[in-house]
């Protein structure tokens, strides 16, 4: 069985200051990209879908698609502010995109079977691919459940704080069997000592944090039937916030409506390895230094 693997492309960092996927992090200038494709290619993933703005299309081929296609089959989705479903019609002014939820719709017409959905400017280490792609071998040798049973890649909260500014993220709520039972979007955390963190309370007060909470970096696995369901969310969503010039229709929140619904399961899945991101700037050396250790350890060759 192969797989897709869909990659959220199509924006820009504004806390970055730029397009955080062309940043340099590898020995010989490799992309974050570049090492996703290499881990999922080992773990069974045949094709990477890149969902990119139309207008960016050709720049983003000679930068970062063309490294890719050397490596494995390359397919491309277009996020548009406009593809909106009858009867709704494009917002008159509005230039924001619809958001992640929109984002994994425009490449419902690419994808070819079970797919996982990340972030292009985030590094998840090779053992998120392979648990999604044992998720995956495992729904297929198992007879149909009652509901479509998808999975998220969690990573403890102390891993993806910054030390460069506060951070939201998605802190699962996972009952003793391993079942996802919905996702709490916790704003403007920050890091305070030996790991913990705390996030404010819109009252003022303080959210303390553990840093051992599992969280959703936006690394998911969902079969097909997934993308009509996600369809359906987003006309919902449409009808509550279709005139809207600065609404979005969150990956998120759209699977934690799905489970509340009792429409699917999720399974929150642990890859034990390290995840990076740059949520600014400030963060590349500390990208580069984690690449630059992976590479000592031999997980990847000097040069990929």
């Given amino acids: 069985m192969s797989y897709d693997l869909v990659v959220l492309a199509a924006g820009m ?5 730029g397009l955080k996927q062309v940043e340099p992090v590898g020995p010989g200038g490799e992309l974050i990209i570049e090492y996703s494709a290499c881990d999922a290619r080992k773990a069974g993933f045949e094709r990477v879908v890149f969902v990119i703005r139309r207008d960016i299309e050709q720049a983003f081929r000679a930068a970062i698609g063309r490294r890719i296609e050397a490596r494995m089959e390359v397919a491309y989705a277009f996020q548009e ?14 230039t924001k995109p619809w958001g992640t939820g929109h984002a994994v719709l425009a490449a419902e017409s690419v994808v070819r079977g079970p797919f996982a959905v990340i972030n292009a400017d985030d590094f998840y280490g090779a053992a998120a691919y392979r648990v999604l792609a044992e998720h995956f071998n495992l729904q297929a040798t198992e007879s149909r459940p009652a509901r479509p049973v998808y999975s998220l890649v969690g990573y403890p909260l102390r891993q993806t704080l910054s030390e460069h500014g506060t951070v939201n993220r998605g802190v699962c709520l996972v009952d003793p069997s391993g079942r996802l039972e919905g996702i709490d979007e916790v704003l403007k955390i920050e890091r305070t000592s030996r790991g913990r963190a705390r996030a404010p309370f819109p009252q003022g007060q303080w959210r303390e944090l553990s840093g051992d909470e599992l969280v959703s970096m936006t690394c998911f696995g969902f079969s097909p039937e997934f993308m009509g369901q996600l369809r359906g969310r987003f006309s919902g969503f449409l009808e509550e916030h279709g005139t809207s010039e ?3 229709f969150y990956l998120p929140v759209a699977v934690g409506e799905l489970l509340k619904a009792g429409y699917a399961d999720m399974r929150v899945l642990k890859s034990g390895d390290e995840w990076f991101g740059m949520t600014y700037r400030e963060d590349v050396p500390a990208a580069r230094t984690a690449l630059r250790r992976l590479i000592d ?4 060759p000097e040069r990929l």
């Fill in 246 to 248: 600065t609404a979005e």
């Fill in 297 to 300: 350890q031999g997980a990847y």
């Fill in 13 to 17: 960092g504004s806390r970055f200051g």
């Fill in 81 to 94: 502010i406009t593809d909106l479903p009858a009867p709704h019609a494009p917002v008159p002014g509005r």
